[in-house]
């Protein structure tokens, strides 16, 4: 074995691959001079002196370094074999490429001893790996179901980019928000690819972060604080079942990551420049003023289960960064229905998390993260839950993290379920309660008042109890994962034949209620009541404390036909048609001023739960509930399906409120409270047809009546003004 030290030209060149010219002309003039290198920090790192590659593998007894000219290129210019005396820290393993040019790509060969029934320790010295830190990865030749087999992969890999560091977030550079929380916050969630896929968003590059970046002024009119991305880590778009596969359908919604450091190539114009594209978007959205939240999957990986492909941690450190069975460590437990479960409480592991995290805040500007199946965060090395697991109290507990908020989607796929007790102290979740008692009630459950009444003050059972507030709630009526709002306003049952796996995948108990008929109709009283129905979806959200989230598309009434899982539909079934703006423009513009109307109400967005006690400087109680008749709610009625209440402004030039929500089948007479030098002005009718179904304020018409007549299947809102 040759020395490493400085002048070292260990490796071999191939012949013909000197001098490569990779897609933006870089010139290739191997072999490069090595030497020892670094274990800090994992990945490539660029410096003026050339890169720096370091990996983690426990158990490997031999590295090799494979450096490529180009995405496609067959073979690589150089292969460099590691000396575990010199190339070795403990568990890292690291070598400097003097003068090495960014934009060069890269894999990893790894060896050691499989013992894989005892030990769960796996090597596959003839697959090449792609390194888990890359900051950039290329997908070119990736081929998925060559790669689950034993046979050797080198040319269908993912590899890895070299590319030059970004500096860093500065103060100065955007602006940082005083609190983590989410206070005043409207979520808006969309998927970076389907947002701009369709021919009518008439962007330059469709599906990428730059065809998001077009798209702002509409986030900006519509009057959404944060953007709610779904994942944008780089992931397998070749995930799915055979019978899925074979449709042509591939993975859409991105929840299959295999690089957690690198943004999804699929979204960018040229990979290489990926960091930077994103970095742009994020940018452009925080000029705009609006803050970028990011759906992270830690809770599994695109390699899958047993008989999934090598990718890279499998072949690295098997035994560290996946649940095992203990008594037969060939066989991986799966708490998230994908294969594998990610070991996160290992400290190896948690380290990996929390850096990365950090990484996407620091260097990539990100505002915060929402956690998919995050009750996997709980769960110990043999799977069992954990009283005080490390992960989620590392992750608040991180200096940079702390300043940022964190969201759980608080249960898994093995049934264990965390909304209102995920670990930790500062953690937001998906109130999926909140989304089912909603629903129940729209659609016309009855004896449900009084949980409405707890939804809608911001969830005080689930979170009050440990010094927790409102924000920690966030509410939601739909997500990307089942119904859309028009959809839920449809259908009764779901529509998944497209899928390709006769109508198995995804959820049959979705809460909802077709208006009379399954599916399109052209009755005017159905589309009638199903627009009115969507119509008060929205309303009970923006009325209810806690952190509304928006799905994309929802406010122009955005159908998937009854799929209730598009997971797999990268096509008009998912794409938000931009056409949608005009044809149900008068869904757009209630949203719209819907969420204006939460916007300048403080009584709506404030971080307390109501205590039904008198507003300082105020004659009335910060809320008041009332029933068919005011001051008597019917929270004892099993048959009530109507709900009222009076929400006192927390200013002196903020309007007091009052809400009428009959969600029964038949009108209402509802008594307004009576007020000393205000009237009441109509904001919100939802039986109403437009623009009568919501007024902006300069607009309003006084009601001088005692009674309001709230029709069917309604929301009412009025404002108290002089």
């Not at 049934?415 to 989304?435: C, D, K, T």
Request: with cysteine.
């Amino acid at each position: 074995m040759l020395p490493q030290g400085k002048g070292s030209t260990q490796g071999k060149s191939n012949a013909g691959e000197t001098n490569l010219v990779s897609p933006i002309h870089v010139k290739i003039s191997p072999p490069f001079t090595v030497r020892p290198g670094s274990r800090f920090p994992p990945g490539a790192t660029v410096s003026a002196e050339g890169v720096n590659f370091c990996i983690f593998s426990r158990h490997a007894k031999r590295a090799e370094l494979l450096l490529y000219a180009a995405a496609d290129s067959s073979m690589p210019f150089q292969v460099i074999l590691l000396d575990p005396e010199l190339n070795r820290s403990f568990f890292f393993w690291h070598v400097f490429v003097e003068d090495l040019p960014a934009e060069t790509y890269y894999t990893w060969r790894m060896d050691g001893p499989s013992d894989t029934a005892a030990t769960g320790r796996r090597f596959y010295p003839n697959k090449e790996l792609l390194d888990p830190w890359a900051k950039a990865v290329s997908d070119t030749l990736w081929n998925r179901k060559p790669v689950c087999s034993e046979q050797d992969s080198e040319a269908r890999s993912l590899r890895g980019i070299v590319v030059e560091p970004l500096p860093g977030i500065s103060t100065g550079a955007m602006p940082r928000w005083k609190e983590p929380d989410l206070e005043g916050a409207i979520i808006y969630e969309l998927h970076v690819g389907g947002f701009t896929r369709h021919p009518s968003a008439a962007v330059a590059y469709p599906g990428t972060f730059a065809a998001l970046k077009e798209k702002i002024p509409y986030l900006q009119a519509l009057g959404v604080t944060h953007v709610e991305l779904l994942p944008v880590m780089a992931f397998d778009t070749q995930d799915v079942q055979p019978g899925v596969a074979a449709r042509g359908l591939r993975n859409y919604w991105g929840y299959s990551t295999h690089s957690f450091w690198a943004p999804h190539p699929g979204y960018c114009i040229d990979p290489v420049r990926v960091t930077r594209e994103f970095r742009d978007l994020v940018d452009a959205l925080h000029a705009a003023n609006i803050r970028v939240l990011l759906d992270v999957v830690f809770n599994h990986t695109a390699e899958d289960g047993e008989t999934g492909p090598v990718i890279h941690f499998r072949g690295l450190a098997n035994d560290i960064f996946y649940h095992l069975d203990v008594s037969d460590r060939r066989r991986y437990l799966d708490f998230t229905g994908c294969g594998n479960t990610v070991n996160c409480n290992h400290p190896m592991v948690t380290a990996f998390i929390v850096h990365c995290l950090e990484y996407w805040v620091e260097i990539l500007g990100v505002d915060g993260f929402r956690f998919d199946l995050a009750s996997v965060f709980a769960r110990g090395d043999n799977g069992l839950p954990l009283a005080n697991p490390p992960l989620p109290w590392a992750i608040e507990s991180s200096r940079i993290l702390s300043q940022v908020p964190l969201i759980a989607e608080a249960w898994d796929a093995a049934g264990l379920y965390h909304v209102g007790a995920f670990p930790g102290m500062a953690w937001s979740e998906w109130n999926g309660q909140y989304r089912d008692v909603m629903r129940r009630f729209v659609r016309g459950d009855p004896g449900l008042v009084g949980e409405v009444a707890t939804r809608i003050s911001g969830s005080a059972d689930l979170y009050a109890r440990d010094e927790r507030k409102p924000t920690n709630s966030i509410n939601f009526i739909t997500c990307h994962d089942g119904f859309t709002l028009y959809d839920l306003v449809s259908y009764n049952s779901k529509h998944n034949e497209a899928n390709g796996e006769d109508n198995r995948d995804g959820s049959n108990d979705n809460l909802s209620w077709n208006c009379g008929v399954e599916g399109e109709s052209v009755d005017p009283a159905v589309l009638k009541l199903r627009l009115q129905q969507a119509k008060n979806l929205l309303a009970i959200l923006m009325l209810s404390r806690g952190v509304p989230m928006l799905l994309a598309g929802d406010e122009v009434l955005r159908t998937q036909h009854g799929n209730n899982n598009a997971y797999c539909q990268d096509n008009d079934l998912s794409w938000f048609d931009w056409r949608l703006t005009e044809h149900n423009a008068d869904m757009l513009r209630y949203t719209r001023e819907l969420i204006a109307l939460r916007r300048r109400h403080p009584s709506l967005t404030s971080n307390r739960f109501f205590t039904g006690s008198l507003v300082p400087g105020r004659d009335r109680a910060d809320i008041t509930w009332h029933g068919r008749r005011l001051h008597e709610p019917l929270w004892h009625d099993s048959q009530a399906r109507i709900l009222a209440f009076t929400i006192a402004g927390q200013r002196e030039d903020e309007e007091d409120l009052h809400v009428v929500l009959n969600m029964s089948d038949q009108p209402l007479g509802a008594p307004l409270p009576s007020l000393r030098s205000r009237c009441w002005h109509l904001a919100i009718d939802t039986a109403q047809s437009a623009p009568a179904d919501i007024f902006v304020r300069e607009n309003q018409m006084p009601v001088g009546a005692e009674l309001y007549p709230v029709g069917p299947h309604s929301v009412v809102v009025l404002e108290a003004r002089a």
